[in-house]
Nanobody, 121 residues
Framework: QVQLVESGGGLVQAGGSLRLSCAAS????????MGWYRQTPGKQRELVAA???????NDADAVEGRFTSAGDNARNTVFLQMNSLKPEDTAVYYC???????????????WGQGTQVTVSS
């Protein structure tokens, strides 16, 4: 099993910054990708940013230029630096990891418990 523990959410004023962290632990042979999604009530979970093994990152258009995702491969950790936050960024943010637990197993997706980010106007 793999566990993802998130931290760093909270309440911030518009224009402010927050930094989210997500650490993966457990049975990990290789992490192919780690990323962040967000979800608001009544809407589907959407990709915010992803860090793919090899250094490639993928950011959603809505956060381009404001959010930066970075991974620490040695610590199985991914960060999301969120700057110039807007009220529409308010959501529950979930960490996701695509993990291969053993060299002979397939890749499985795991989710964190979610952390609330609230941006006041």
């Amino acid at each position: 099993q793999v566990q993802l523990v998130e931290s760093g959410g909270g309440l911030v004023q518009a224009g402010g910054s927050l930094r989210l962290s997500c650490a993966a632990s457990g049975r990990i042979f290789r992490i192919n990708a780690m990323g962040w999604y967000r979800q608001t009530p009544g809407k589907q979970r959407e990709l915010v940013a992803a860090s793919i093994s090899g250094g490639i990152t993928n950011d959603a258009d809505a956060v381009e230029g404001r959010f930066t995702s970075a991974g620490d491969n040695a610590r199985n950790t991914v960060f999301l630096q969120m700057n110039s936050l807007k009220p529409e960024d308010t959501a529950v943010y979930y960490c996701n990891a695509e993990v291969q637990s053993y060299y002979y197993t397939r890749v499985s997706a795991y989710w964190g418990q979610g952390t609330q980010v609230t941006v006041s106007s």
